[in-house]
Protein backbone atom coordinates (compact mmCIF):
# COMPACT_ATOMS: atom_id res chain seq x y z
CA UNK A 1 0.00 0.00 0.00
CA UNK A 2 1.90 3.28 -1.29
CA UNK A 3 -1.17 5.64 0.53
CA UNK A 4 -1.77 5.75 3.82
CA UNK A 5 -3.57 7.73 6.51
CA UNK A 6 -2.33 8.64 9.96
CA UNK A 7 -3.79 10.32 13.34
CA UNK A 8 -0.69 12.23 14.55
CA UNK A 9 0.83 14.87 16.56
CA UNK A 10 3.86 16.72 14.85
CA UNK A 11 6.64 16.80 17.95
CA UNK A 12 9.39 18.14 15.46
CA UNK A 13 10.30 19.93 12.86
CA UNK A 14 13.12 20.80 10.56
CA UNK A 15 13.96 22.95 7.34
CA UNK A 16 14.73 20.10 4.21
CA UNK A 17 15.13 22.17 1.34
CA UNK A 18 13.72 26.00 0.17
CA UNK A 19 10.17 24.91 0.07
CA UNK A 20 10.16 21.47 1.99
CA UNK A 21 10.18 20.56 5.84
CA UNK A 22 10.82 17.33 7.39
CA UNK A 23 7.87 16.71 9.82
CA UNK A 24 8.41 14.27 13.08
CA UNK A 25 5.16 12.70 13.35
CA UNK A 26 4.01 10.70 16.23
CA UNK A 27 0.89 8.93 15.09
CA UNK A 28 -1.43 6.96 17.07
CA UNK A 29 -0.76 3.45 14.97
CA UNK A 30 2.85 3.53 13.62
CA UNK A 31 4.18 5.71 16.78
CA UNK A 32 7.06 7.27 15.66
CA UNK A 33 7.84 8.68 12.19
CA UNK A 34 9.22 11.18 9.54
CA UNK A 35 7.45 12.46 6.59
CA UNK A 36 8.34 15.42 4.17
CA UNK A 37 5.89 17.91 4.06
CA UNK A 38 6.65 19.72 0.67
CA UNK A 39 5.77 23.29 0.08
CA UNK A 40 5.36 23.93 3.17
CA UNK A 41 8.01 26.77 4.20
CA UNK A 42 6.17 28.90 1.59
CA UNK A 43 4.17 31.13 3.61
CA UNK A 44 0.33 30.84 2.53
CA UNK A 45 0.92 27.21 1.00
CA UNK A 46 -2.29 24.91 2.52
CA UNK A 47 0.88 22.73 3.86
CA UNK A 48 2.79 25.70 5.73
CA UNK A 49 -0.27 25.52 8.78
CA UNK A 50 -0.06 22.19 10.09
CA UNK A 51 3.83 21.82 10.27
CA UNK A 52 3.41 23.82 13.58
CA UNK A 53 4.23 22.20 16.53
CA UNK A 54 1.77 20.61 18.18
CA UNK A 55 -0.67 20.29 15.55
CA UNK A 56 -2.78 17.46 15.64
CA UNK A 57 -4.58 16.10 12.61
CA UNK A 58 -4.86 13.26 10.28
CA UNK A 59 -2.28 13.01 7.73
CA UNK A 60 -2.17 11.50 4.19
CA UNK A 61 0.46 9.59 2.97
CA UNK A 62 2.37 8.83 -0.13
CA UNK A 63 5.34 6.12 0.14
CA UNK A 64 8.06 7.39 -1.58
CA UNK A 65 11.08 5.65 -2.45
CA UNK A 66 12.66 7.61 1.07
CA UNK A 67 10.60 9.19 3.30
CA UNK A 68 6.48 9.14 2.99
CA UNK A 69 4.71 12.28 1.22
CA UNK A 70 2.29 14.46 2.93
CA UNK A 71 -0.32 14.96 0.10
CA UNK A 72 -3.26 15.98 2.26
CA UNK A 73 -4.24 17.59 5.97
CA UNK A 74 -7.48 17.61 8.24
CA UNK A 75 -6.66 19.29 11.41
CA UNK A 76 -7.97 17.94 14.79
CA UNK A 77 -6.22 20.52 16.93
CA UNK A 78 -4.07 23.35 16.84
CA UNK A 79 -2.29 25.05 19.51
CA UNK A 80 -3.25 27.90 18.80
CA UNK A 81 -4.00 28.65 22.91
CA UNK A 82 -0.15 27.96 23.70
CA UNK A 83 1.21 30.60 20.64
CA UNK A 84 2.96 33.40 22.66
CA UNK A 85 2.96 31.99 25.95
CA UNK A 86 6.19 30.74 26.97
CA UNK A 87 5.22 28.52 29.51
CA UNK A 88 3.28 26.77 27.79
CA UNK A 89 5.27 26.83 24.62
CA UNK A 90 7.57 25.35 27.12
CA UNK A 91 5.81 22.31 28.55
CA UNK A 92 5.17 21.39 25.12
CA UNK A 93 8.55 21.44 23.80
CA UNK A 94 9.68 19.20 26.45
CA UNK A 95 6.84 16.71 26.63
CA UNK A 96 7.31 16.14 22.37
CA UNK A 97 11.33 16.32 23.30
CA UNK A 98 10.87 13.43 25.56
CA UNK A 99 8.48 11.61 23.21
CA UNK A 100 11.23 12.47 20.96
CA UNK A 101 14.46 10.92 22.86
CA UNK A 102 13.37 7.56 24.11
CA UNK A 103 10.83 6.40 21.67
CA UNK A 104 12.25 4.35 18.53
CA UNK A 105 10.92 5.16 15.06
CA UNK A 106 8.17 2.85 13.80
CA UNK A 107 6.92 1.01 17.36
CA UNK A 108 3.08 1.92 18.30
CA UNK A 109 2.28 3.15 21.79
CA UNK A 110 -1.35 3.91 21.28
CA UNK A 111 -1.42 5.06 25.22
CA UNK A 112 0.92 7.39 24.91
CA UNK A 113 -0.12 8.81 22.08
CA UNK A 114 -3.87 8.89 23.78
CA UNK A 115 -2.54 10.99 27.06
CA UNK A 116 0.21 12.92 24.64
CA UNK A 117 -2.26 14.44 22.64
CA UNK A 118 -4.57 15.07 26.04
CA UNK A 119 -1.75 16.93 27.05
CA UNK A 120 -1.22 19.19 23.95
CA UNK A 121 -4.79 19.90 24.12
CA UNK A 122 -4.63 20.29 28.22
CA UNK A 123 -1.96 22.69 28.07
CA UNK A 124 -2.54 24.70 24.81
CA UNK A 125 -6.18 25.59 26.25
CA UNK A 126 -6.68 25.66 30.07
CA UNK A 127 -3.63 23.83 31.69
CA UNK A 128 -4.15 21.28 34.57
CA UNK A 129 -0.72 20.43 35.85
CA UNK A 130 -1.74 16.74 37.17
CA UNK A 131 -1.99 15.76 32.99
CA UNK A 132 1.41 16.65 32.13
CA UNK A 133 2.49 15.05 35.43
CA UNK A 134 0.22 11.87 34.22
CA UNK A 135 1.96 12.14 30.60
CA UNK A 136 5.46 11.80 31.91
CA UNK A 137 4.51 9.27 34.61
CA UNK A 138 2.61 7.11 31.50
CA UNK A 139 5.64 7.36 29.37
CA UNK A 140 7.76 5.61 32.11
CA UNK A 141 5.25 3.21 32.76
CA UNK A 142 5.46 2.51 28.74
CA UNK A 143 8.93 2.02 29.12
CA UNK A 144 8.51 -0.81 31.75
CA UNK A 145 9.87 1.21 34.33
CA UNK A 146 6.26 1.71 36.63
CA UNK A 147 7.78 2.38 40.07
CA UNK A 148 6.64 0.06 42.61
CA UNK A 149 4.30 1.65 44.89
CA UNK A 150 2.45 -0.68 47.25
CA UNK A 151 5.02 -3.05 48.63
CA UNK A 152 8.62 -2.05 49.95
CA UNK A 153 10.98 -3.18 47.11
CA UNK A 154 13.85 -4.62 49.76
CA UNK A 155 11.67 -6.30 51.87
CA UNK A 156 8.64 -7.30 49.88
CA UNK A 157 6.38 -6.19 52.53
CA UNK A 158 2.78 -4.32 52.11
CA UNK A 159 3.77 -0.67 52.45
CA UNK A 160 1.37 0.46 55.59
CA UNK A 161 1.02 3.61 57.69
CA UNK A 162 3.99 2.75 60.09
CA UNK A 163 7.46 4.00 59.81
CA UNK A 164 9.27 6.11 57.64
CA UNK A 165 9.23 5.71 53.76
CA UNK A 166 11.87 6.35 50.81
CA UNK A 167 11.64 6.65 47.23
CA UNK A 168 14.41 4.96 45.55
CA UNK A 169 15.18 5.25 42.26
CA UNK A 170 15.54 1.61 41.42
CA UNK A 171 12.33 1.37 41.26
CA UNK A 172 10.00 2.62 43.65
CA UNK A 173 8.95 2.50 47.46
CA UNK A 174 11.03 1.35 50.21
CA UNK A 175 10.66 1.48 54.31
CA UNK A 176 13.64 3.29 55.06
CA UNK A 177 14.99 0.71 57.15
CA UNK A 178 15.59 -1.36 54.77
CA UNK A 179 16.83 1.06 52.53
CA UNK A 180 20.91 0.15 51.45
CA UNK A 181 21.71 2.73 48.93
CA UNK A 182 22.20 6.33 48.46
CA UNK A 183 19.87 6.87 45.50
CA UNK A 184 16.88 7.81 47.29
CA UNK A 185 14.99 10.59 48.22
CA UNK A 186 12.34 10.79 51.62
CA UNK A 187 8.86 10.38 50.62
CA UNK A 188 5.67 11.89 53.12
CA UNK A 189 2.39 9.40 52.73
CA UNK A 190 0.88 12.51 50.43
CA UNK A 191 3.29 12.05 48.14
CA UNK A 192 2.55 8.72 47.32
CA UNK A 193 -0.85 9.34 47.18
CA UNK A 194 -0.44 11.57 44.31
CA UNK A 195 1.91 8.98 42.91
CA UNK A 196 -0.75 5.86 42.82
CA UNK A 197 -3.37 8.71 41.21
CA UNK A 198 -0.88 9.26 38.56
CA UNK A 199 -0.05 6.06 38.03
CA UNK A 200 -3.13 3.95 39.45
CA UNK A 201 -5.62 6.01 37.67
CA UNK A 202 -7.49 6.27 34.24
CA UNK A 203 -5.66 9.52 32.55
CA UNK A 204 -9.36 10.63 31.59
CA UNK A 205 -10.38 10.89 35.20
CA UNK A 206 -7.14 12.70 36.93
CA UNK A 207 -7.94 16.08 35.43
CA UNK A 208 -10.35 16.46 37.84
CA UNK A 209 -8.51 15.54 41.18
CA UNK A 210 -7.41 18.50 42.81
CA UNK A 211 -4.05 18.37 44.61
CA UNK A 212 -2.02 20.40 47.06
CA UNK A 213 0.65 23.01 45.21
CA UNK A 214 3.69 21.58 47.73
CA UNK A 215 2.63 17.98 47.27
CA UNK A 216 2.24 18.37 43.37
CA UNK A 217 5.88 20.32 43.41
CA UNK A 218 7.70 17.81 45.49
CA UNK A 219 6.09 14.55 43.60
CA UNK A 220 6.87 16.32 40.49
CA UNK A 221 10.91 16.34 41.70
CA UNK A 222 10.17 13.03 42.31
CA UNK A 223 9.08 12.19 38.60
CA UNK A 224 12.26 14.07 37.65
CA UNK A 225 14.91 12.50 39.47
CA UNK A 226 13.01 8.88 38.78
CA UNK A 227 12.87 10.21 34.95
CA UNK A 228 16.73 11.31 35.12
CA UNK A 229 17.94 8.74 37.07
CA UNK A 230 17.08 6.02 34.01
CA UNK A 231 17.19 8.32 31.28
CA UNK A 232 19.66 11.13 32.14
CA UNK A 233 18.87 14.43 32.14
CA UNK A 234 16.12 15.63 29.58
CA UNK A 235 13.24 18.06 31.63
CA UNK A 236 15.05 21.22 33.03
CA UNK A 237 14.93 21.37 37.11
CA UNK A 238 12.40 23.84 37.50
CA UNK A 239 8.61 22.87 37.93
CA UNK A 240 6.90 23.18 34.60
ZN1 LIG B 1 10.99 -3.07 53.77
Not at 92 to 114: C, M, R, V
Not at 195 to 223: C, E, G, H
Request: aromatic share 10%; with cysteine.
Amino acid sequence: MRSSKIEAIVIKRRNFSEKDRVLTLFSRDRGKIEVIAKGSRRPGSRFSYFSDIGSVGQFYLYQSKSMPIVTDYKAIFSPEGARGEFGKTNKLGFAFKLIDKLFESGEPHAKTYEILRLATENISDNESQLVFLTFLGNVISDLGLKPELHQCIVCRKKIDDGGGLVFSSEGGLSHADCAIENNQKKISRDEIKLLRLIFDMPYNKISQARVNSKVFKKTYRLILYYLEWNFGKILPEEVL
